[in-house]
């Protein structure tokens, strides 16, 4: 399934370190809902790329986890302050993910399924912003570029 783009990515549990040890130079301590948001996340990488608020609440239960849904929310917001997940919007949801390898996204309006695009596939695009004044570089907003479409599974189905 992944032939050129896995040189990207790096191990889960590397990935999982690598935000633990920003998380803790942020000074916030490794709780298990952070923790176990992170490894979530990580584990999203290699099929949708990025969770809602509510998949990952529901993920958290099903691992024995109580927690409520505004921990999940308040994990989230910390974790893009500090640059280590960002958000694609999907409808009316909004999606998280690991931001620590630079890509952007392509997104199936109706399922809401998502594809990482890598970053020199969208650089041209990057670039055309910044000559037009505006920066696609703002840590904690939502990322460069989204191309919004129709997976292959529900141009079948139809609309
Ligand atoms: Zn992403
Ligand atoms: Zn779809």
Do not use: K
Request: a neutral charge; glycine letters at 8%; hydrophobic letters at 40%.
């Amino acid at each position: 399934m992944c032939a050129e783009e896995c040189w990207l990515i790096t191990s889960e549990p590397d990935r999982v370190n690598a935000a633990v040890a920003r998380m803790r130079q942020a000074g916030l301590r490794t709780t298990t809902a952070r923790r176990a948001v992170l490894d979530l996340l990580a584990q999203a990488v290699v099929s949708r790329g990025h969770l809602t608020p509510a998949q990952l609440h529901h993920a958290l239960l099903a691992r024995g986890l109580t927690v409520e849904l505004s921990t999940v929310h308040r994990v989230l917001r910390q974790l893009v302050d500090l640059g280590i997940a960002h958000t694609v919007p999907v409808g009316r949801t909004v999606t998280f993910g690991l931001a620590d390898d630079p890509h952007h996204h392509a997104v199936c309006r109706q399922c809401g399924d998502m594809r990482q695009l890598p970053a020199d596939a969208v650089a041209a695009s990057l670039t055309a912003a910044r000559a037009l004044g505006i920066d696609p570089d703002t840590p904690g907003q939502p990322t460069g570029v989204v191309v919004y479409g129709d997976c292959a599974t529900c141009r079948q189905v139809g609309h």
